[in-house]
């Protein structure tokens, strides 16, 4: 087992790996900015490493800032938590030459589910469905008129260097191909300095339905079961549950099989996530595989009893799990408690949290950072907390996280609490009857 971890992240997840890191008697290092000296990350760990100013590039993403600080600490493995330097292939590979352990899959792993026209390519040849479209990269206008000849429109074209809902375009129609084309390629160019894009049928009202994967360096993978985000707002993820109220016994058997497959095809090692679009026939396609912890990981630990992060962390020292066995008890649902007005598009609300009271009870976990007195930084995300309920059933697990939520009480900021009581009482998601295109289009915050 490591001798020390060193956490390179900040806010409610650093915290999170550092409490499991003390449950398994494993010394820790935080590393903090200039705008982080107050946080609870910095007072919790053994130890702490200011790496630079606030802003990110200047310290949570500085490599040669966080090598320098686990050198001077002798630590001996790296959490890269998520964001930052979660999935960067560089990072994992420069680790591995300072004989530092980075916690995740293989720069390898990393960089080729980062290609998300190479990862598709992969899935094709390891039998995970993908939806119909161009045979990878599609380099001229006159090559995308023939593949939408063939799949037919609506098509979205992607960005191979983008994922997470960067750089894509929805075509409706053929008159509008060449235009949309075009601008993909130069904003991929711009965005990410690889123009390169591949195109697909455009799968209309899917939801996201996501498998939890766990593979180990013995070659085992094991699914942990789904997760239903597909409560989201401009590919940013507002609620979370587990399991999907969409997913049948049999579909989930399906998924988890192909999750597994795209995870032995790279030699995946880690937890990872394996993103899928459902379609109404329950159809499901490959779309993304997240090669880090998610932030949504909670509901999965909630209906499985395994703790995410000791996973990663014992995988990555070399245990085998082989002997694992999964087990989906009752239902769990993790809203995001943003700092954002909800009355106010989600204008970001920064400034002094002067009151913070904590929800509790049976069922109710609480993944935060902030207490009375904190701070927010203007600099980075504004997830201040992670509410996450479990309950036998789905709709006593609504019922609970109403509950929750009214006790929570934060003053002196704008949060998105206000917005997940409204969500609670929507018919539609009491039904589970809601895609991703459901809040954008269907769902009005009155404030
Ligand atoms: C799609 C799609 C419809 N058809 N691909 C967005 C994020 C990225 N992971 C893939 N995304 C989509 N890909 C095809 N062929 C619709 C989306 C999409 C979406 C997916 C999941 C959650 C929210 C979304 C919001 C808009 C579009």
Redesign the pocket.
Known sequence: MFNKILIANRGEIALRIIRTCKEMGIPTVAVYSEADRDSLHVKFADEAVCIGPAASRDSYLKIPSILAAAEITNADAIHPGYGFLAENAEFSRICAEHDIKFIGPSPKAISSMGDKAVAKATMIANKVPV?PGSDGVVNSYEEAVKVCDTIGFPV?IKASAG???RG?RVVLEASELKKNFEMCRNEASTAFNNPEVYI????QN?H?VEIQILADQHGNALSLGERDC?L?RR?QKILEEAPSPLVTPELREKMGIAATNAALSVNYEGAGTV?F?VDDDLNFYF??MNTRIQVEHPVTEQITGYDLIEEQIKIAAGANIKDYKVELIGHSIECRINAEDPAFNFRPSAGEITVFHPPGGQGVRLDTHAYSGYRIPPHYDSMIAKLIVTAKTRPEAIIKMRRALEEFIIEGIQTTIPYHIQLMDDPNFNKGSVS?KYLETSFEFKK
Do not use: W
């Open positions: 939806v979205i994922g997470g809902g894509m697909e049928r455009f799968v899917p996201h597909s989201q590919h993103e679009l779309m993304e991703t």
